[in-house]
């Protein structure tokens, strides 16, 4: 297994692939969206089997945490979504993305990765529970538990306190 970041030749594949993993359209539009914001700024890797095609995909896109009055207190990135092709799920795909997801976040410089997901899952790649830190979801009904952090540089994110603001094409969908 091959784990790159996706070129232009990959976005049909990925859109096709996203979905089938969810059942349905909205990760995979956005996906579409945020690559399509975000570009560059994004972190956006795919799992290729040689021979085989396509295993999986990951983003990671731009995410503040911001203070009461909305300002910037540091710049960080989301995961989400993490799409792995229905045949290959449990085969380790997803946690090979989530790693090389982590490494290329914590090469930019980026402090933590933020994300809404599995706690039973995550918490293998370093994340923890961010209310606990001080750090809030801007989401309501999201348990506890499910709302994550990664810290990738603690000493960036020491004392850091506010709401993580995920982009705005989140609430579209």
Avoid: W
């Amino acid at each position: 297994m091959l784990i790159r970041p996706e070129t232009e030749q990959d976005q049909t594949a990925v859109h096709r692939l996203t979905h089938a993993a969810f059942q349905r359209d909205d990760e995979a539009r956005l996906v579409d969206l945020l690559r399509d914001k975000h570009g560059e700024e994004a972190i956006s890797l795919v799992a290729e089997i040689p021979g085989n095609g396509l295993a999986g995909h990951i983003m990671l896109s731009p995410a503040p945490i911001v203070d009461a009055a909305g300002g910037v207190v540091i710049d960080g990135l989301a995961l989400a979504p993490v799409s792995v092709d229905p045949a290959g799920q449990r085969s380790g795909v997803g946690s090979a993305l989530c790693r090389s997801a982590l490494s290329c976040a914590q090469a930019r410089g980026a402090p933590f990765v933020a994300l809404i997901g599995h706690p039973a899952y995550y918490p293998r790649f370093g994340f923890v529970p961010a209310g606990p830190l001080g750090i809030a979801c801007p989401y309501e009904g999201v348990p506890e538990e499910a709302f994550m952090i990664s810290r990738l540089d603690r000493a960036a994110m020491q004392g850091v306190k506010g709401m993580v603001r995920f982009d705005s094409v989140f609430e579209g969908l």
